[in-house]
């Protein structure tokens, strides 16, 4: 044991359960602005997703919308089922979109639009994989997770029953690349998969 490593020993025992409580006071500070971090960010994904090409193509309230207006009212997105699970505030949605690269707000910061012009993707169903057997607490995460081991992710489509709201154990991926598709295909097909 070190000379310098002692004092330390030392100054923690004369301080006692005082000085700890003071260090978990401390704590939940950092943890807090973990939290805050990881929010903004997921808030800013859903945004940035909500506006993309991939999304726009499928969207048509949202692409309806920003025909009248590019600039979208933030408060229209408290609407939103993802939305709401991360947020009620509308400051809270210009926090997160602060950073975007994707995203631009307004001077006021009320209203938000795209930076980059809509491109309608011409090879959307060559980009696209219908998958199938999905495990039944499957979400968009999920498979987004699984599948982006073979290239990004742009969409994810998972229908769900009208009355529970449970995916129907299949759905639709769409990747930026083809070859993408590729990839998962011969990957399945490896080991007996079903896409």
Same mark, same amino acid.
């Given at each position: 044991m070190s000379s310098e490593a002692a004092p330390a020993v030392a100054a923690e025992q004369q301080t006692g359960p005082a000085a700890a409580s003071e260090q978990k006071v401390a704590s939940p500070g950092k943890k807090g602005r973990h939290r805050k971090k990881h929010k903004y960010n997921?808030?800013?994904?859903?945004?940035?997703?909500?506006?993309?090409?991939?999304?726009?193509?499928?969207?048509?309230?949202?692409?309806?919308c920003i025909k009248e207006d590019p600039f979208i009212a933030l408060e229209e997105f408290l609407k939103f089922n993802?939305?709401?699970?991360l947020t009620d505030s509308v400051e809270d949605i210009a926090v997160?979109?602060?950073?975007?690269?994707l995203l631009e707000l307004s001077e006021d910061r009320t =209203?938000?639009?795209?930076?980059?012009? /809509?491109? @309608?993707?011409?090879?959307?169903?060559d980009c696209t994989i219908y998958v199938e057997s999905l495990p039944p607490k499957a979400d968009h995460e999920w498979v987004r997770n699984v599948f982006s081991a073979y290239g990004k992710v742009v969409y994810v489509s998972l229908p769900?029953?009208?009355?529970? =709201?449970?995916?129907?154990?299949?759905? /639709?991926? @769409?990747?930026?690349?083809?070859?993408?598709?590729?990839?998962?295909?011969?990957?399945?097909q490896a080991f007996g998969g079903v896409l």
């Open positions: 997921a808030i800013r994904q859903q945004m940035e997703f909500y506006f993309s090409d991939a999304n726009l193509a499928k969207d048509r309230y949202l692409s309806q993802r939305i709401k699970t997160a979109l602060k950073n975007s690269e =209203k938000v639009h795209r930076v980059t012009e /809509f491109r @309608e993707r011409v090879n959307c169903e769900t029953f009208k009355y529970s =709201k449970k995916i129907k154990e299949f759905g /639709f991926v @769409e990747f930026e690349e083809e070859t993408s598709v590729q990839k998962a295909i011969k990957t399945f």
